[in-house]
């Protein structure tokens, strides 16, 4: 097949939102098992693909400058953790008043198996210097932004995609980050980051940085576009944070919105998830402002991915009922019944409401 014909069988089981940058939702069946088939799970690109020289550079303030290959990361230990990418921007189109920014409704998340080698043991080789603040990492993509903030040094003709985490967090085995080379088993694909990319547990997919091409160690806090430019909560009313670890939020998966559904018992099912913790619990509500019935909350299948839930709904007389699914985490957070306003529209981790009919 050709280049382009890969990809446009690649891209053909999504929901585009954007051709260029190419930006694309997963259908519904991406939230139904543990793991998002390869094909299903959304794509969010800031540029067009780029291309990557196959070479990863690492530098800045380092005792080892090192250059390595995917034969290079393959030879290192392996790790493999499923792990639930959400994009920052999912759900945005439910703000009000309406943020400017990517329409995403609520399929930027999905899960997949990702395998590579531990961002720790990648850094431990070129020998972070102890004063190291932050690791900045640089895609290889790049191209014009007509969005950019007023930043001292963006060019908005040619902005490149770069992010950074601390070092303590980037060096620490157990962030488990990794530098990863296989997705679902195979090598990454065009969309996803090929050769190789960052997969950040935990936080907003942003921080995952894909076509990774430099690894650099900073000795002062990094500033830049995809910094502290956007994914920045603008808060009206109190002081800006970064965006950093995904909000507790849970999605009801089955009955689709709309449905209409024999009388009898019904099983309602989804997915929760959360970067600050596994889900304790899943309350539904039945009747709007009502009370809360605790839902059966499975157990973790591992500790960076979503969680199944699932309640048994007894009696729903003929008529339309008004579901609602409300998740808890181990840290405390509760979703919010009102999407939690800020100006890009990030974050948005709102009660989810949908109505079913009974006959
Ligand atoms: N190099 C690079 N990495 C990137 C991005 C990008 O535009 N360029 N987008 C980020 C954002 S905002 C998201 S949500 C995830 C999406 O990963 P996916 O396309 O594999 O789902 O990639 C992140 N990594
Ligand atoms: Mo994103």
């Keep these: 097949m050709t280049v382009a014909a890969d990809l446009d069988s690649a891209r053909a089981a999504l929901q585009m939102i954007n051709p260029a940058p190419y930006n694309a939702e997963a259908p519904p069946q991406a939230l139904v098992g543990d793991i998002t088939p390869t094909e299903f799970h959304y794509v969010r690109s800031n540029f067009a693909l780029p291309t990557h020289d196959g070479v990863l550079e690492i530098g800045g303030a380092v005792g080892r400058p090192t250059t390595l290959t995917l034969a290079d990361l393959r030879a290192l230990p392996v790790h493999e953790q499923a792990v639930t990418l959400e994009c920052a921007g999912n759900g945005r189109l439910e703000m009000r008043p309406l943020p400017t920014g990517e329409p995403w409704g609520d399929y930027a998340v999905s899960t997949a198996r990702w395998t590579g080698a ?33 930043l001292e040094d963006s060019d908005q003709n040619d902005l490149t995609f770069v992010r950074a985490l601390p070092l303590a967090v980037a060096a620490d085995p157990s962030s488990a980050i990794l530098v990863a080379y296989l997705m679902n088993g195979e090598p990454l694909r065009a969309d996803h980051g090929s050769p190789f990319r960052l997969i950040v547990p935990h936080w907003y997919a942003v921080a995952s940085v894909k076509w990774l091409k430099h690894i650099d160690v900073l000795t002062e806090p990094y500033t830049g576009e995809f910094q502290t430019g956007h994914y920045i909560y603008q808060w009206p009313d ?27 018992p019904c099983t309602i099912r989804g997915k929760a998830w959360s970067g600050s913790g596994p889900i304790t619990h899943v309350d539904i509500g039945l009747t709007g402002e009502g009370e809360w019935h605790p839902a059966q909350v499975d157990p973790p299948k591992g500790p960076y991915q979503w969680q199944d ?39 948005n981790n709102a009660i989810e409401v949908l109505f079913v009919d009974r006959c």
């Excluded at 002081?239 to 009898?264: C, K, Q, S």
Aim: glycine share 10%.
């Design 309 to 347: 839930w699932s309640f048994v709904w007894e009696d729903g007389a003929v008529g339309r009922h008004t579901l609602r699914a409300r998740a808890t985490d181990a840290a405390g957070h509760v979703q919010p019944d009102v999407p939690p306003w800020n100006r890009l529209g990030y974050g």
């Design 238 to 264: 109190r002081a800006h944070e970064p965006v950093t670890v995904m909000r507790v939020r849970a999605r009801i998966t089955d009955p689709a919105p709309g449905a209409v559904l024999p009388l009898g």
């Design 118 to 150: 531990l961002l720790s043991d990648v850094l431990a080789l070129a020998e972070p210097s102890t004063n190291g603040v932050d690791v900045r990492f640089e895609g290889a993509d790049h191209g014009p932004y007509h969005l950019a903030a007023v």
